[in-house]
């Protein structure tokens, strides 16, 4: 009883299993044609609807190929898109859908689709186009035809600054193509790039690496192949498929070196890795097979045939299957099992020859020479001992044409990529150059305005001494003389009261117009230019005004004050205190007085108090003394504030606002 629960147990188990196995399997498995027909119906905006079609068609062209066809001729029905938009994606279908079997019907194709899509001005679909050019023309073995493509492609991104992410796949592809190539400096040159471009994790860090590994390989540098790699073979976090490829890689290298036990633990360890993400592969199993054969562990040996044999052969590569018939046959050699060794050696002989001929070939051909000399075939050995030596002619052959022809390649790759450094650097240089120049000359002509302001300034500070010392010496001197001709008038003709009177009036004109020259060879003279001088000017003015009438004073002004004011401000802001004060001691009446200047930022505030019979401020007055103050307060500036308060026996109060 117990014994049949567990069976029932078990055999729900297994029942639970693999229906889940399935539900995943549905899960993952890619829609049918006909599925994907009833979703692109679904999908109402025509844009969309003719992106998922493009999308399909790219996908899963090798599963479902007469369905592609199928697909690009809806395509060139759909409605409610431009002429142009309908033969860009046609034809974009029709180049993936030609791109393996048929390179040059793919490049066909390839041409109108590209132009149209310049058209539409879709980049990403240009970009992609271009790729996929190179990928034809390197498959058509126009190598540097490829090689232009993929270095305009990388200008065309970065001109129109698409993601970063196509960064990494021209770079890779164009690197792809220098190994291919075999110019593996340049490829070392564009890894280096790639690194650089940066931000790099550690999955893109070790990919790189593991790609130089390759190079240096390539190059018969083993011990700085290794080097490099063992950067990576400690590093937490990479991804598992990551992780084993540097296994495997490191085990190769390990072989070439003569490290098979080295080899054999790189190899363990990546087998582990597969069986822990359920990823077992043929190639790695493959791989430690033959290390355990060379190794001399036959029993190890046997269970990895074992291994081997439990998968399906018709879905491994066929080189990979050459080899494993080829290791098949050295074990029954050394097993003394000939039979089995020619059965094995005619397996990978056969198999070789569906590949363009390569050194496997010469191998299937030589084990199985052993396996009939070993069965006493000596004649039919020796025959085939004759085509291993015409095989091994005719690969070394095609191996010298072909390195003639990569040679020619990478010499003119390697021609172009030294000339584009050397226009970069010239470009660098020149553009330093001119920056040098442009900087030169911008201080020549900064020195140039400064010197001709310096001219200019000194020229105009010559201008207003000469005008100060003219004013000086013959105006104000003439001045004089017409009050001190009045004087004596004065004296000489006291007997006539009239005439006394004008000569007074001309006496006063005189003094009066004096007193203004003055006030003007004073504003324009360079020497009282600065704030020192006209605050203490003002201080010297109100103070002797001040104490002409016996008024008592407190003059509070800042002597730090300093603001930008021209000589046509400076004139105006002394005449208008000059009428403030000179109004106040005459006609005030005052006893006392106060005067202020303020500066905050760009702005003087000067107020003058006084305690004096005060005055109707809303009545018009005789005299010009308070439109004046107006008048060149906005002369200085419309944004100029007067506030005048005065009353009757109240005294008065002037606020004067200056803005700078």
């Not at 291994?307 to 879905?315: A, F, G, T």
């Not at 070993?374 to 030596?389: H, M, R, V």
């Amino acid at each position: 009883m117990i014994r049949f629960t567990f069976c029932v147990i078990f055999m729900f188990a297994c029942v639970q299993a693999f229906s889940q196995q399935r539900t995943r399997q549905v899960q993952n498995r890619p829609p049918s044609f006909s599925e994907f027909q009833i979703i692109i119906d679904s999908i109402q905006d025509p844009d969309s609807a003719i992106n998922e079609m493009a999308q399909f068609a790219k996908t899963l062209v090798n599963r479902y190929p007469d369905s592609t066809l199928a697909l690009a001729k809806r395509v060139r029905n759909f409605e409610n898109l431009s002429q142009t938009k309908r033969d860009a994606y046609h034809n974009y279908i029709l180049t993936y859908y030609w791109f393996r079997p048929n390179p040059d019907s793919a490049l066909f194709y390839l041409k109108p689709t590209l132009s149209a899509f310049q058209e539409l001005t879709d980049r990403i679909k240009v970009l992609e186009l271009m790729v996929l050019e190179a990928r034809i023309e390197s498959r058509r073995n126009n190598y540097l035809v490829a090689e232009e493509i993929y270095l305009d492609a990388i200008n065309f991104m970065q001109a129109n600054e698409l993601n970063s992410d196509n960064n990494d796949v021209l770079y890779n592809e164009l690197t792809d193509l220098y190994m291919r190539v075999g110019a593996v400096d340049l490829a070392l040159e564009r890894y280096q790039q790639l690194i650089e471009l940066g931000p790099v994790n550690p999955d893109r860090r070790c990919n790189i690496i593991l790609k130089i590994s390759n190079a240096y390989k390539r190059n018969q540098e083993i011990e700085k192949a290794k080097e490099e790699l063992l950067k990576c073979e400690d590093e937490e976090g990479l991804q598992v498929g990551l992780k084993i490829a540097v296994l495997r890689s490191l085990g190769d290298l390990e072989a070439v070196l003569g490290n098979p036990k080295e080899q054999i633990i790189r190899f363990e360890s990546a087998i582990e890795l597969e069986a822990k993400s359920n990823d077992k592969r043929f190639t790695t199993q493959l791989f430690l097979a033959k290390a355990y054969f060379e190794d001399g562990q036959s029993s190890k040996v046997d269970s990895m045939i074992i291994e081997l044999n439990k998968q399906n052969l018709d879905r491994v590569q066929p080189p990979a299957r050459v080899d494993f018939y080829l290791l098949r046959a050295k074990i029954d050699l050394k097993g003394k099992n000939f039979n089995e060794a020619l059965s094995h050696s005619e397996e990978a002989v056969k198999l070789a020859k569906r590949l363009p001929p390569t050194p496997l070939l010469i191998d299937a051909y030589g084990l199985k020479a052993d396996a009939l000399s070993s069965l006493g075939n000596y004649e039919e050995a020796f025959n085939i001992t004759k085509t291993i030596n015409e095989t091994n002619n005719f690969v070394k052959e095609r191996a010298r044409i072909s390195e003639e022809a990569m040679g020619k390649v990478r010499f003119q790759m390697t021609a172009k990529n030294r000339e584009l450094q050397n226009v970069t650097t010239e470009l660098g240089t020149v553009k330093t150059r001119n920056a040098i120049i442009t900087f030169v000359l911008i201080l020549i002509g900064l020195y140039v305005i400064y010197r001709y302001r310096i001219y200019y300034l000194l020229k105009e500070e010559r201008t207003r001494n000469i005008i100060a010392r003219d004013l000086h010496d013959d105006l104000s001197a003439t001045l004089s003389s017409i009050s001190f001709f009045s004087e004596a008038a004065k004296r000489e003709s006291k007997s006539s009261e009239s005439n006394s009177k004008f000569l007074n009036r001309i006496d006063e004109s005189a003094l009066e117009a004096k007193e203004k020259i003055n006030d003007i060879i004073w504003a324009i003279d360079p020497e009282n230019d600065d704030w020192d001088t006209f605050i203490t000017k003002c201080k010297r003015y109100a103070a002797e005004m001040f104490e002409s009438k016996s008024i008592s004073y407190d003059i509070d002004i800042d002597n730090d004050i300093e603001l930008p004011v021209n000589i046509r401000a400076r004139k105006d802001l002394w005449l208008i205190f000059k009428e403030i004060i000179t109004n106040l001691v005459r006609h005030s009446e005052a006893t006392s007085a106060k005067v202020r200047f303020e500066v905050n930022k760009n702005r003087l505030t000067i107020c003058v108090i006084d305690n004096g019979i005060g005055f109707d401020s809303s009545l018009k007055h005789k005299g010009n003394g308070i439109s004046n103050i107006q008048r060149r307060m906005n002369l200085i500036s419309k944004k100029n504030q007067v506030h005048l308060n005065s009353a009757a026996d109240e005294g008065t109060r002037w606020e004067l606002v200056f803005n700078f």
